[in-house]
């Protein structure tokens, strides 16, 4: 049960976010035209950026439903609140060293990917399989489409 939780959890995200993506990337800059009535210019850099920090949430969070459901998120939710307030102070130091928003971005961006691999880690583990063996099994569409489209006397 924990497995096909996590299994379905994981599959889902990385097919929304990959969903949203393909949709996000070419209207992104409509979207943001519409949105402030063109006085903010789109950051084509910055935007894929932003796309990559969503797939890490959407990455952590799916493993967090797991861990959440066996009540064995503290440890993750600590670290996480670590991780976060140090990426914070980090990029508040760097910015104000170097006067580069890139830097200081930089470290949150990776804050996310660092958490996410931590998450991930901690909920295959729980499942007793690989964090590359999950993520390889989670990008198979199949089960997913089955689980949702499954004839309605089956469910």
């Known amino acids: 049960l924990l497995h096909s939780l996590y299994l379905h ?7 929304i976010i990959f ?6 990337v070419p209207s992104g800059d409509w979207i943001l035209m519409q949105w402030t009535h063109g006085k903010v210019l789109m950051d084509a850099t ?8 969503a797939v890490a949430g959407v990455l952590s969070q ?3 439903v ?12 600590l670290l996480s609140m670590v991780a976060t307030c140090s990426a914070v102070a980090l990029s508040w130091a760097l910015m104000h060293v170097t006067h580069r ?13 660092i958490f ?8 295959s583990a729980l499942c007793g399989i690989g ?6 099994r989670a990008i198979d569409p199949l089960p997913l489409i089955r689980l949702v489209y499954r004839p309605r006397h089956a469910r």
């Open 66 to 77: 797991l861990l959440k459901a066996t009540n064995r998120h503290l440890r993750t939710a």
């Open 9 to 15: 959890s994981l599959r889902a995200g990385i097919w």
């Open 131 to 136: 964090l590359i063996t999950s993520l390889v």
């Open 46 to 53: 910055l935007f894929y950026l932003l796309l990559l920090t």
């Open 116 to 123: 996410a691999a931590l998450a991930l880690s901690a909920a």
């Open 101 to 113: 928003l890139a830097i200081a971005g930089a470290c949150l961006f990776a804050m996310d990917f």
């Open 62 to 64: 799916s493993a967090l």
């Open 19 to 24: 969903g949203g993506t393909l949709l996000l």
